[in-house]
């Protein structure tokens, strides 16, 4: 979610991004994030109302850890995958 935000978006430009993503969920994680002071949440007024979100100093800190962990899983997708087919033929 905070990689989406590299730069501040509106509510619905996020949603775009995460496509399959519920308003409802969205809304959840954004608030989560706030509370967490990995995010700040504008009001913007004006012509067209809207909501704007952006990553806070704490939010940016976690893009070279959530890089690595993102590295980390493509680098062992294969073995991860051959792993969710074991278990999940063993749950049948």
């Known amino acids: 979610m ?3 935000l ?7 430009a996020i949603k775009r991004r995460l496509d399959g993503i519920t308003q409802r969920v969205l809304t959840q994680t954004l608030r989560k994030l706030e509370r967490n002071g990995m995010i700040t949440r504008t009001v913007i007024t004006g012509r067209v109302l809207g909501v704007e979100h952006a990553r806070t100093p704490l939010g940016e800190s976690l893009q070279k850890p ?5 590295d980390w899983t493509v680098e062992n997708m294969a073995e ?12 049948e």
């Open 6 to 12: 590299r730069e501040p978006r509106r509510f619905n």
């Open 80 to 91: 991860i995958q051959q792993h969710q087919r074991r278990y999940d033929e063993l749950q």
């Open 66 to 70: 959530f890089s690595e962990l993102y």
């Open 2 to 4: 905070l990689a989406v």
